[in-house]
């Protein structure tokens, strides 16, 4: 791509004393969701009324406290909202309302009607700013856009009269904040707190909000521009300084962040990032970042698989799989050597208090503590290594193998994924696992077996044997075969040794219990070096020990790299 002029740096704010870098986020903010409004107008089919009242019940069980439920001028649609809203007692309390008006006295007007009955509501003012929209929009000079703020002002407080029971709160956008000049944004809101008058003080403190309506800048230089506008405001005590970030640059959620260390209070955003263009601050995101950090974000996010499905009905909005927290992908680990590292985390947390510090590797946050579960955290792909594997099998089908086997599973794992060239699942694990070590009948089979214990003279000392008698096959042909040992393996070992079948050595043994009670089982591996110098392992599983550790050897000799 070639830069011909067309875009230039986007311009910082003047020096100034700045400190949020030395900050750190110690709190919540106020939250406000705008899902209602800011996100409903981006949707592709908007809700209708009953799917609002839904959302809105889904907002207040989460535990915001104030939330933005529309523009009632708008619309009959949105009017009627409010009305039902109010009339049939979906708002506690402790909860407030908060409708969009845009600076225009039959607007105005319409909003307060909407606003009949309602005990605690913000009443959200706004005009665009900007020297965009000053120029090509409205075609104003910038003492004319601050007029429509004050105007708009001066209406507002004219109507309160028809608010009788309702406790307003002012809250005033400079919408495109982000691409006002700073020093005429902090003129229009001086201008905007003045005309509000003795109606702003400690107890009825005016919500400037600083909407990034587009994101142009880097989240430092936001930072700079939030900690610039709250040092130089005046009254700033009586003030409480708001976030409205969007994410044209991706960097939403990162300019929020430094925009509360910056001194910002409060933050508006939607469930999931949802809104124009790229969209909003996706609130689920700061307030489980927050929570990883060991900060309550006083919103319940702990069954986010729940809240996504509400989410997904009622806004028909799909979630990418690898959104942070939430998406289907995002507990999920295909890489070898990432698989391995949160198997052996989360196996050394079954032995840690509940509330041990978090950090398994790769997860920055426990899976259970927002309704997600272990289950899905390894999929296999051809990417994946051998503790995925061993781990599913492990978890899912009780099949301890040892740690040396692993890389052989591995192998033949993603060998099954490489030839259906897709992710395979947990039963599809198993299959390959079970295709290569525990249904093999070729080239060695064995067709019958007995075995005969014999025991010496009572008192002489003499070490008991076990005599076998097998008919087994080789490459298809039949062979009767016998032998002794100090037990069923050894001897069935030695009894091979008359057949075609490679020489071979055993390396080593293992052995576990599989199922419970009745249906328990013995489940043996046993790895063993062949007379060409190849290592193999193999599997056998049977109610009688003796018998697994017979079929675990038939499996190694029958095993193919």
């Known amino acids: ?42 949707l592709v089919n908007p809700m209708g009324v009953e799917q609002k009242l839904e959302f809105f019940d889904l907002l207040v069980k989460l535990g915001f406290k104030e939330i933005e439920v529309g523009f009632p001028s708008a ?21 407030k309302l908060q409708v969009l008006c845009q600076a225009r006295e039959h607007l105005i007007k319409r909003t307060f009607e909407s606003l ?68 005429y944004a902090l003129e229009v809101c001086e201008a905007v707190v003045k005309e509000w008058g003795d109606a702003a003080d400690e107890n009825h403190k005016v919500i400037l909000n600083l909407p990034t309506t587009v994101e142009c800048a880097l989240p430092n230089q936001f930072a700079d521009q939030i900690e610039y506008f709250c040092q130089h405001i005046s009254n700033r005590e009586n003030l409480i300084i708001s976030l409205h970030n969007h994410n044209d640059r991706g960097e939403g959620v990162a300019q929020c962040e430094l925009g509360l260390l910056a001194g910002a209070d409060r933050v508006e955003g939607c469930l999931f990032g949802n809104g124009e263009r790229t969209g909003n601050l996706d609130i689920v995101n700061v307030g489980l970042n927050m929570f990883t950090q060991g900060i309550d974000p006083e919103l319940d996010f702990s069954n986010v698989p729940k809240i996504a499905e509400e989410y997904q009905k009622l806004t028909g909005m799909p979630i990418y799989e690898r959104m942070p927290y939430v998406g289907e992908l995002v507990f999920t ?3 070898g050597s990432h698989q391995d590292a949160i198997r052996k985390g989360m196996a050394a947390r079954v032995n840690m208090a509940e509330n041990a510090v978090w950090d398994v590797p790769y997860l920055t946050i426990d899976p259970h503590d927002i309704g997600r579960q272990y289950e899905g955290i390894i999929r296999i792909n051809s990417q994946s290594g051998k503790g995925g594997a061993a781990y599913i099998l492990e978890k899912d089908y009780g099949i301890i193998a040892p740690k040396a086997m692993h890389p052989f599973i591995g192998n033949v794992v993603k060998s099954k994924a490489d030839s259906l060239q897709r992710e395979i699942s947990n039963q599809e694990v198993y299959e390959a696992f079970e295709k290569a070590w525990l249904s093999t009948v070729s080239p060695l089979n064995v067709k019958d077996l007995t075995e005969r214990h014999i025991e010496g003279e009572r008192g002489s000392g003499e070490t008991e044997q076990v005599a076998c008698m097998a008919t087994v096959t080789w490459e298809g042909k039949t062979y009767a075969i016998t032998g002794n040992g100090n037990g069923p393996l050894d001897a069935f070992v030695n009894a091979i040794k008359q057949t075609p079948a490679p020489k071979f050595n055993i390396v080593s043994f293992h052995e576990h219990s599989i199922g419970q009670g009745s249906d328990t089982k013995a489940m043996a591996y046993v790895h063993i070096t062949k007379e060409n110098g190849d290592d193999a392992w193999g599997v056998g599983v049977s109610s009688n020990v003796g018998r697994a550790g017979v079929a675990a050897v038939v499996s190694a000799i029958n095993f193919k790299a």
């Open 116 to 183: 009949k009955g309602c005990k605690k509501a913000i009443f959200h003012l706004y005009n665009s700013t900007s020297p965009a929209q000053r120029n090509y929009t409205f075609g104003k000079s910038k003492e004319e856009i601050k007029q429509i703020a004050i105007d708009g002002i001066r209406c507002v407080k004219s109507c309160l009269s028809m608010s009788e029971g309702t406790e307003i709160q002012l809250e005033y956008s400079p919408e495109s904040f982000s691409t006002t000049e700073i020093d």
């Open 333 to 335: 680990a295909f890489s």
């Open 75 to 95: 619309s009959d649609t949105e009017f009627n909202f409010m009305r039902r809203l109010i009339e049939e007692n979906h708002v506690p309390e402790d909860v």
């Open 1 to 42: 791509m070639k830069v011909n002029g067309k875009y230039k740096p986007f311009e910082s704010v003047p020096k100034f004393n700045r400190t949020w870098p030395e900050k750190t986020i110690t709190k919540a903010p106020i939250w406000c969701s705008v899902d209602l409004r800011d996100g409903n107008q981006a």
